[in-house]
C-alpha cells in the first residue's frame, strides 16, 4: 500500500490505517478476542501499518492491539491517547502532567512496547493550559517513551499553542463527505503549520457504506442510537445521499465506502483515514479503496453532487458537542 507522511517530523504510516475502536467498544456486541486479532493481523498482512487505539476505549482495546502486533511491533506505527478522567470518556476531561504520565506508562504496558508512537491528547481540557500538556509530551519524548505528539478534535487555537510548545504531528478529527466542517479552519491551519491529519469515521460510521438504512436496528449498546444524525427520520432523509454515492461508485466500478474513502484520499497527500471494521471482508474491500485513483474531475463531480443534498441530523447531541473543537 502508498505510504503517506504524516507532519513535518517525518511520520511515514500506510494511506490508509485501522481504527481498532469498534473491536471492543461502542458498537453493540463485541466480537470474540482471537476474531479481532485476526482482523488486525489480516489488516497488517494487506499493508496496512497504522493501527489506532485509546484508554478511553477500555484497557481491553489496548491489550488486544498490543497482543496483536508483538509479531510485527517494529514494522508499524500504534497511535493511543490519554485526556479522561480514569479514561472514560464519560467523566469529563483531565489531561494534567500527572495523569498523562500516568496513562503513557499504562499504554506502554497494555501495548507491550517501549514506546507508543503516537500520543494525542483525546479531547483539549479547558482546565490544563495546553502549554503544559504539550511540554509533558515533549517531555515524554525527550525520555524515549513517545516518539510524536498528536491531538484529537482540537480547534486551531489549542492545535497553535500546543504546537508552539512541542510539534503536533497529527490531527485526528472526524472527517467525510458528510461532514466537512474541518474545511473550513482546521485544514488550512494544518496545512500552514506542517500537520497530518487523521480522519475518523471516514465512513460516516458506518452510514456510507450503504449497509445501514431507515429500518436497521441498533442494538442497546450501540452509541449511535443517542446520535442525531442516526434517528429513523434522519436515516431515512440521510439515504440520498447513499443513493448518489452508489451511483457514482457504479460509475467507477467500486463500492461507496471505496467512493468515500478515495475521496478523503484525493483530498490532501498528507491525510490518512483509519475506517474501522470487525469483518474481514469489509477490511478487504476498505484497503482496496487506496487502489482507487480519483481525479480532481472526479472529486468536483462528487463535491459538485453532494452540495445539492442537504445532510440532516447533528453529528453529536449538543452536551456531547461542546467537548470537541477546543
Known amino acids: 500500500m502508498e505510504k503517506r507522511i504524516l507532519g513535518a517530523q517525518g511520520l511515514e504510516v ?17 466480537i470474540e478476542k482471537q476474531q479481532a486479532i485476526k482482523i488486525i493481523r489480516e489488516a497488517y498482512e494487506q499493508g496496512i501499518t497504522f493501527f489506532d487505539t485509546a484508554e478511553a476505549y477500555g484497557i481491553e482495546n489496548e491489550e488486544l492491539v498490543g497482543e496483536a502486533l508483538s509479531p510485527f511491533r517494529k514494522e508499524v506505527v500504534i497511535a493511543t491517547k490519554f485526556g479522561f478522567k480514569g479514561g472514560n470518556a464519560f467523566n469529563g476531561q483531565d489531561s494534567r502532567p500527572e495523569n498523562i504520565r500516568a496513562v503513557a506508562e499504562e499504554s506502554l504496558r497494555r501495548l507491550k512496547t517501549d514506546v507508543i508512537d503516537l ?10 493550559p495546553m502549554e503544559d500538556v504539550a511540554g509533558t509530551v515533549k517531555d515524554l519524548i525527550q525520555e524515549g517513551k513517545v516518539k510524536y505528539f498528536g491531538l484529537s478534535e482540537a480547534g486551531v487555537e489549542s492545535i497553535r499553542k500546543a504546537h508552539s510548545v512541542q510539534p503536533v504531528t497529527a490531527l485526528q478529527s472526524e472527517y467525510s463527505i ?3 466542517e474541518p474545511e473550513l479552519e482546521i485544514l488550512p491551519t494544518l496545512e500552514e503549520l506542517g500537520i497530518g491529519f487523521v480522519p475518523f469515521s471516514p465512513l460516516g460510521r458506518g452510514f456510507l457504506t450503504g449497509a445501514i438504512t431507515e429500518n436497521t436496528s441498533f442494538e442497546s449498546t450501540d452509541f449511535r442510537n443517542n446520535l442525531p444524525r442516526f434517528s429513523e427520520d434522519n436515516r431515512k432523509a440521510n439515504q440520498k445521499l447513499i443513493d448518489l454515492l452508489s451511483a457514482i461508485a457504479t460509475q467507477k466500478n467500486a463500492t461507496p465506502a471505496q467512493i468515500a474513502l478515495g475521496w478523503l484520499l484525493a483530498q490532501k497527500p498528507w491525510i490518512a483515514p483509519i475506517p474501522g471494521t470487525t469483518k474481514s ?46
Open 14 to 30: 500506510s494511506a490508509l490505517g485501522l481504527g481498532c475502536m469498534g473491536l471492543s467498544y461502542a458498537y453493540g456486541t463485541v
Open 119 to 128: 500520543f494525542y491528547q483525546h479531547r483539549a481540557d479547558e482546565n490544563v
Open 178 to 180: 458528510w461532514w466537512r
Open 281 to 326: 471482508n469489509r477490511l478487504t474491500e476498505n484497503i482496496e479503496a487506496a487502489s482507487i485513483h480519483l481525479t480532481v474531475d472526479d472529486v468536483k463531480k462528487i463535491d459538485d453532487a453532494f452540495s445539492q443534498t442537504t445532510i440532516q441530523g447533528d453529528r453529536y447531541p449538543a452536551h456531547l458537542q461542546k467537548a470537541v473543537g477546543k
